[in-house]
């Protein structure tokens, strides 16, 4: 016996106590430190309640319930939801300081009602037989010219005559004026950006011709769930923001957002995905965008109503008081998420859709796809990164994403690691205050 390969053990931040999690078998227990040392020591490996818990194993034995989880997961996945991104323009009426589509594709006409056409009839035929939703990215799908005013109506009817949810991904400008036209279909969420309060949010995300913008997203984001329509509000972080955070958390509080069932949020983390940022200083890596939150929640708890960072696994385990099932791969490209654009293209995912040199082939005029490349995107997983096999991280972490990994090493089946240890010493710290203060 020995212990296990997917144990992950560390100490709790400001504390004394450790932490010891398997994602495999699905345990998670606080060590004092006199336990804890046993674990170092290897004293646990004839302990029959170590063993029960998978922390201490037959290493053959778990080889085997490794692969049996692992075909669980791909029988699974086969059957999921696809999430299906359509771009009808790259175009946009805001001048984000941070966008990161600043350099993609501008050719070709905006989506034009053929090849909207043409998409529906991909999808029907590609993915027939399969739970599916559509969601319209950007640019920004919600512009008030006539043309792209006819696109939408055509795309929401066509959706409502298909019984397939919608989903938006907007900077809501325009989204009061667009509710009527919304409503008429069945919506699975609307995404809007709130970067935070009026003067925050103005200086990183005004028009095009420097006018500002909060005022006319926050009545978007009224009218959408006076109109029960699900928001979820999307934060965009840096160090240019982070300390705003607790007032745009007490205005969402305030208007009664956050009391509302139709309204959820997520914290984006703003870095460098393909076209350079002009001050790399602002930006933070995930761990250190991590604990200043950690700071920033013990000195203003009222956050915890607006959002609960995951802090990989903390958050789940807490809620739930059990363990997610592991995660054996966290790339959705190609296999739970596609994209497509006006110009008939199609693309992996959202990291890479409108990325020239990224596409993986057409849906129009013809079909046309590049089969090995896609290959690839599919197989990826911690079974085909090197890197990932030895990891006992693994399974909390799912490799990460494949568009950073190749942006970073130019190979699809390098890891984009994740820093689950050093999230989990901060998330089960966090919660496990936050429960005792209850």
């Given at each position: 016996?020995?212990?296990?390969?997917?144990?992950?053990?560390?100490?709790?931040?400001?504390?004394?106590?450790?932490?010891?999690?398997?994602?495999?078998?699905?345990?998670?227990?606080?060590?004092?430190p006199e336990e804890a040392l046993r674990v170092i020591s290897k004293a646990v490996l004839t302990?029959?309640?170590?063993?029960?818990?998978?922390?201490?194993?037959?290493?053959?034995?778990?080889?085997?319930e490794f692969r049996r989880r692992y075909i669980d997961f791909i029988d699974a996945r086969d059957t999921d939801e696809i999430q299906l991104f359509y771009v009808p323009t790259y175009a946009c009426n805001f001048n984000c300081s941070y966008c990161y589509q600043e350099g993609y594709r501008k050719q070709g006409k905006e989506s034009s009602l053929q090849v909207a056409r043409a998409f529906f009839g991909y999808i029907q035929s590609a993915f027939t037989g399969r739970k599916k939703y559509i969601t319209l990215f950007g640019g920004e799908p919600l512009l008030s010219d006539q043309q792209n005013i006819e696109f939408l109506d055509f795309f929401i009817h066509r959706c409502s005559e298909l019984e397939l949810e919608l989903a938006i991904v907007t900077n809501g400008y325009?989204?009061?004026d667009c509710i009527p036209l919304l409503s008429q279909t069945k919506i699975r969420e609307i995404q809007v950006t709130l970067d935070g309060p009026e003067e925050v949010h103005n200086s990183r995300r005004p028009l095009k011709g420097g006018s500002g913008t909060f005022s006319n997203v926050v009545k978007g984001i009224d009218a959408a769930l006076q109109a029960g329509l699900p928001v979820n509000l999307r934060v965009v972080l840096d160090r240019d923001n982070i300390a705003s955070l607790p007032l745009l958390a007490e205005l969402a509080i305030e208007k009664g957002w956050t009391s509302s069932p139709q309204f959820k949020t997520q914290l984006g983390r703003n870095y460098e995905l393909h076209?350079?940022?002009?001050?790399?200083?602002?930006?933070?890596?995930?761990?250190e965008l991590y604990r200043d939150l950690y700071d920033l929640v013990l000195k203003h708890p009222h956050l915890l109503d607006f959002h609960k960072p995951a802090y990989s696994v903390s958050k789940f385990l807490f809620e739930n008081s059990e363990l997610p099932d592991p995660l054996f791969d966290s790339c959705p490209g190609c296999k739970t998420e596609w994209a497509?654009?006006?110009?008939?293209?199609?693309?992996?995912?959202?990291a890479t859709v409108g990325k020239p040199g990224e596409e993986?082939?057409?849906f129009f005029p013809n079909v046309e796809l590049k089969k090995p490349e896609i290959d690839l995107w599919q197989q990826r997983d911690v079974f085909s990164i090197?890197?990932?096999?030895?990891?006992?991280?693994?399974?909390?972490?799912?490799?990460?994403?494949?568009?950073?990994?190749y942006n970073r090493e130019k190979n699809l089946l390098a890891p984009d690691c994740r820093p689950v240890k050093e999230l989990l010493e901060l998330g089960i710290s966090l919660y496990a205050a936050v429960t005792s203060n209850e």
């Open positions: 016996m020995e212990l296990s390969r997917h144990n992950i053990f560390s100490r709790v931040h400001h504390s004394d106590e450790y932490f010891l999690v398997n994602m495999l078998s699905g345990n998670a227990d606080i060590l004092t302990d029959p309640e170590y063993i029960s818990k998978g922390y201490v194993v037959d290493p053959e034995a778990e080889d085997k325009n989204l009061h076209f350079c940022q002009s001050e790399q200083a602002r930006l933070y890596s995930r761990i497509f654009d006006h110009t008939g293209r199609i693309y992996s995912c959202t993986l082939g057409t090197g890197a990932c096999k030895t990891c006992n991280l693994r399974l909390a972490c799912g490799g990460g994403c494949a568009s950073v990994a």
